[in-house]
């Protein structure tokens, strides 16, 4: 817990992000934590709130929060469930309806090979949120494993590492993907979460390895050790706990991008390939329709929009809410 | 705030990445000295453009601006015509007296004499040489000494040519070719300069030939500059200045690029615009017949595509085609469906035989279905159909085709679309035997006659036989056939080996396509020859 009062700055922050109903929630928070501890740190009244159950308090009155959260819960279940709002088959296609547009069962209309355009949209919200939850899981374990285990031990394997992600930060994503992918023939969509995972985890490592580093120097840790602690106890008791918050935030950020990011490398032919539905591989194919069928193209591409757009304000929104000094 | 940094960071990138394949290539007209110059759209060639070497459309649209042969066929008709041959006598089909007109030159001052030819023809011949043409030296006398199967050469210059004065030489082959002297318009047979033996590096850096342009500057992925040859001696000169062949990955591109006045000339319209290309370009776009059939080739080098009873499946795929849709939808009509492994160009006459294919060729899913299943089913489950994605908006019927064989099977994955980047990525990974499954194989005519739709593509080692198929029957057919001094009698017989290839569904037929081109209002007297590609000497600037 930052032993600090930092109970004005969040006010002002959330006036900043969410207008006037986060003003009032807002405010409905600086009112109820009005009691403090002597050591000045808040306290809600009655028990004490950890850094968890606090952010937790806050997000629940964020009305960026609470938009955000229900498209991805939406997304997240439909991308387990596509069927539930689209009978089709993504796959079926039926070419004489070709660039046809919206009618009755087929509310987006066809695209150039006359498939539903409606039924492939939904099923590519499953290979987004696969990609980009299965990406981040990826990178958040390896980049906060490999940097909190360099900040908290030091030394050469530290300056090792910290050399090593400086090679990785060199490479453009983008490129790398060009160069990399184009010789993976698979269409599953493991090569394309190794290659993030890969190119994302030093993002993560330096992270982890600077908070580690800022949490290894607080009196508890210090005292700890004074006890005769094993590594690994400081490490998971202490440490850990203390180090993930802005590990969390950034990897909440980071899905989104990852995200985007697979729908340009499948656009780019490199990412998913066909028979894989994804919005990118749909973009790709649609946009020398534009001129006949751009319904064809604008359906995908606001379905990409709209999700990025959601997981970075839920990765905002958690930002705002955990580590309050980042603002 | 290293979180959002990164985050606008990839939705940059994501925006450039989007940006730079929609809007590559591009670039000035650019007037050069000399006359007006245009450019028109071109794709990289797969090989240096030695003569002999060079079986694909890109290169061979060059050697047609930069080398003139013993014949030329007519830009209208496609009818062999002299053009450097002054008289091609013979007595017996199997023996030819070649001379070659007086005052032709290469545009280095070289006169082109009876050995040019005869030099050029026994380095196209030489397995040393490694030239994808070879081939089609291989009935003159000692093509199996200077072009073994097996082994090293055991001599260097074909037995049956002989250089009998400056203009003259003699050819004699192995056996009876009545339409030998129609052939001598390929760009095989084109003369070489001493040139291309004496320095070849500096000549295949910058190729001398004797047509009506010459090679100004070439870097490859970008463009190719070709100037008009003042002094060119044939009657065929240039009307322009010269021609900036700039190389597109994307014909959509290439296309946009025409309409927004950085392109004079495409030669390929994208299928996504031809609901458009009236409204756009009005009488600027054409669409003419062309000696060019698209098939679907198997490699049968591979041991799932190789093996006995395949034949079903390639009949069951044929059939789970459904080429009216497609042709219709989105080709617009610009291509036909194909009922024969020809081309509706050669007339019928010429050999061109509607319906040869028969019901292989009609769309029928449901027999489609039984026929694979009875050849015992598509290999690993699944077919992954090649091509390049750079040219002819082969992506877009591909899929069609997939979509098609998908819905006959019932099975949505039974068939996928397996892009290479450019066509001459393609062709190279093509020729080394790289295929796995089918693969898309359009032929565009060499020469006007059946024998150029057979024998280069069927016979057992045939130049462009790139699926590697052997059928005794079929060689034998042929062989008879060239050897018929009869015309009419000549097409029976390649008829007839034609059905062998039906028999067994060497390649899948598809459609007859049509030779399409849209051009800026710079250009006047633009025409597309029977092979698709623009007349280009021909056409005027300004």
């Known amino acids: 817990m930052p ?4 109970e004005p700055e969040r006010a002002i922050a959330g006036t900043g992000m969410g207008g006037q109903m986060d003003l009032a929630a807002s405010e409905a928070v600086t009112l109820e934590k009005m009691p ?28 960026v929060f609470i938009l955000s959260g229900l498209v991805i819960l939406f997304l997240v279940v439909i991308s387990l469930w596509p069927s539930l709002i689209a009978s089709g088959n993504p796959l079926q296609c039926d070419l004489a309806k070709a660039q046809e547009g919206s009618q009755a069962g087929h509310p987006f209309g066809f695209n150039g090979q006359g498939c539903d355009v409606y039924t492939r949209t939904v099923y590519g919200a499953r290979t987004s949120v696969a990609v980009g939850v299965c990406a981040t899981l990826g990178v958040a374990v390896l980049g906060s494993v490999l940097g909190g285990l360099a900040g908290f031990f030091g030394g050469v394997w530290d300056a090792l590492l910290s050399r090593v992600t400086d090679v990785f930060f060199a490479i453009p994503v983008v490129l790398g993907g060009l160069v990399l992918l184009s010789v993976v023939t698979s269409n599953s969509i493991w090569p394309v979460i190794g290659f993030m995972v890969l190119l994302g985890w030093p993002q993560i490592s330096r ?28 490490l998971l008791r202490h440490i850990a706990p203390n180090a993930v918050a802005p590990v969390i935030v950034v990897a909440t950020i980071a899905l989104g991008t990852y995200i985007a990011l697979e729908a340009t490398l499948s656009y780019l032919g490199v990412g998913l390939k066909p028979p894989s539905v994804s919005w990118g591989i749909d973009i790709s194919a649609a946009s020398p329709y534009i001129r006949n069928a751009p319904h064809a193209l604008l359906w995908p591409s606001g379905a990409l929009a709209l999700t990025v757009l959601a997981f970075i304000m839920l990765g905002d929104a958690v930002r705002d809410a955990l580590d309050p000094k980042l603002r | 705030m290293r979180g959002a940094t990164h985050a606008k960071w990839v939705a940059c990138a994501t925006a450039a990445a989007l940006a730079a394949t929609a809007c590559g290539g591009g670039g000035d007209g650019g007037g050069g000295a000399g006359g007006e110059v245009l450019s028109s759209s071109w794709g990289d060639p797969q090989n240096p453009l030695e003569p002999a070497n060079t079986n694909e459309v890109q290169g061979g649209k060059v050697l047609d601006m930069v080398f003139r042969g013993l014949k030329r066929y007519d830009p209208e008709t496609g009818a062999a015509e002299d053009m450097l041959a002054e008289k091609i006598e013979t007595t017996d089909q199997q023996n030819f007296t070649i001379t070659v007109k007086d005052g ?23 397995l040393k040489n490694n030239q994808r043409n070879a081939y089609f030296f291989s009935y003159i006398q000692g093509y199996d000494k200077v072009h073994p199967e097996k082994g090293e050469q055991s001599a260097d210059t074909l037995s049956g040519l002989k250089v009998t004065g400056e203009r003259t030489f003699t050819v004699a082959l192995a056996q009876k070719w009545s339409t030998f002297p129609d052939t001598l318009g390929y760009n095989a047979y084109v003369p070489l300069p001493r040139a291309f033996f004496d320095d070849h590096d500096a000549w295949l850096a910058k190729p001398v030939g004797n047509g009506p342009y010459t090679v100004q500057s070439y870097t490859r992925g970008s463009q190719m500059s070709l100037r008009k040859w003042e002094e060119y001696p044939g009657p065929d000169k240039a009307q322009n200045g010269g021609v900036d062949l700039k190389v597109y990955t994307d014909n959509n591109t290439a296309y946009t690029d025409l309409m927004a006045g950085n392109l004079d000339l495409v030669d390929d319209v994208p299928a996504a615009q031809l609901r458009n290309v009236r409204s756009d370009l009005g009488d600027r776009y054409l669409n003419t017949p062309a000696g060019i059939i698209q098939t679907l080739a198997f490699p049968y080098y591979d041991k799932n595509w190789g093996k006995e009873g395949m034949d079903k499946v390639r009949k069951g795929l044929s059939m789970a085609i459904d080429r009216e849709q497609i042709t219709e939808t989105i080709f617009q009509k610009t291509r036909t469906p194909a009922t024969d492994w020809t081309s509706p160009v050669l007339g019928a006459d010429g050999g061109y035989k509607a319906g040869l294919c028969g019901d292989a060729c009609e769309y029928r899913p449901d027999e489609a279905k039984k026929l694979i299943q009875e050849g015992g089913g598509l290999p690993g489950g699944q077919v992954r159909i090649a091509y390049n994605a750079d040219t002819g908006s082969h992506k877009d019927w591909v899929d069609a085709v997939c979509n098609s064989v998908n819905n006959a099977l019932d099975n949505d994955r039974a068939c996928v679309g397996n892009p290479v980047g450019t066509f001459a990525d393609f062709r190279k990974q093509i020729t080394e035997n790289k295929m ?23 016979y057992t080692n045939g130049s462009s036989n790139d699926g590697k198929w052997s059928n005794a029957e079929f060689d034998k057919l042929v062989d008879e056939a060239n050897a018929e001094d009869d015309t009419a009698a000549a097409v029976e017989r390649f008829q007839q080996a034609e059905e062998v290839v039906r028999d067994n569904m060497a390649a899948i037929p598809l459609w007859y396509q049509n030779g399409s081109a849209g051009y800026s209002e710079r250009l006047s007297d633009v025409r597309l020859n029977p092979f698709s590609v623009p007349v280009y000497d021909q056409i005027k600037v300004g």
């Open chain 1, 36 to 63: 403090r501890g002597p050591d000045g740190t808040e306290r809600p009244a009655g028990r004490p709130r950890s850094l968890w159950s606090d952010a937790w308090h806050d997000l629940r009155r964020n009305p």
């Open chain 1, 207 to 234: 992270i982890a390895r600077g908070s580690v580093i800022t949490a290894k120097q607080n009196d508890y840790v210090q005292a700890a050790r004074a006890l005769g602690a094993s590594n690994s106890r400081m």
């Open chain 2, 436 to 458: 796995t499954g089918p693969f898309r194989a359009g032929w565009q005519m060499d020469y006007p006659l059946i024998q150029n739709f057979l024998q280069p593509l069927y």
């Open chain 1, 3 to 6: 032993d600090e009062p930092y």
């Open chain 2, 104 to 126: 032709w030159t290469f545009s280095n001052g070289e006169k082109v004499t009876a050995k040019s030819f005869v030099d050029a023809w026994n380095y196209g011949a030489a």
